[in-house]
């Protein structure tokens, strides 16, 4: 069962990394496959290895708060949801950009994979296998990012705002799986 979850976490989590790659997608319409590859390796990288540092930091934490860790983990990823769901709906018009430039390319995979450090939190929380966890995770991001980009070339940056509402939900719905399992 934690498998499912962990799968549903991996989407959920992917659609920032996928919401920036359909942009990179639109701002470079002649971008090549390896050039695409990149930016996608760089984001799912950053994906997969910032749930194990939250993971690490959460089991350090775990035996102060084992109590009510379900809760902590509930709380986490539904301000993970409501951050991405409202983040879906912010009219913020992205600004022309090299993704593959360095500097740049490191910003987005920082900036994509924060919440993936959090969820690793949860994932400690959880009791979820952590090293399956880095590797889905890392896994669906690359598939996704580079979906992205390749949309982005097709269709514009519209469609990335819809899958950060979705993944907000997710992430939500997630949080309230882990409650529930522990508390009914």
């Known amino acids: ?25 639109f701002y470079m319409p002649s971008i090549t496959f390896f050039k695409a590859l990149r930016i996608a390796f760089s984001l799912a990288t950053f ?23 379900h809760w902590v983990a509930f709380g986490l990823l539904t301000l993970l949801g409501l951050k991405m769901s409202i983040e879906s709906f912010s009219t913020n018009t992205e600004k022309i950009f090299n993704p593959l430039d360095p500097i740049t390319l490191l910003a987005l995979s920082l900036a994509t994979s924060v919440d993936a450090l959090i969820a690793g939190l949860s994932i400690a929380m959880a009791d979820m296998a952590i090293y399956t966890s880095v590797i889905i995770i890392g896994g669906i991001t690359l598939w996704a990012a580079m979906m992205g ?9 519209h469609i990335g705002k819809k899958a950060e509402l979705f993944g907000g ?12 399992q522990h508390t009914v």
């Open 149 to 157: 980009i390749f949309i982005g070339k097709k269709t514009g940056t």
């Open 47 to 69: 994906q997969a290895l910032m749930p194990l540092l939250g993971w690490s930091l959460g089991e350090s934490f775990k035996p102060m708060i084992q109590e009510f860790d």
């Open 169 to 180: 939900i997710v992430l939500f719905l997630i949080g309230l799986k882990v409650l529930l």
């Open 1 to 25: 069962m934690d498998s499912i979850f962990i799968v549903l976490l991996a989407v959920a989590l992917s659609f920032d990394s996928f919401a920036v790659s359909i942009s990179c997608g």
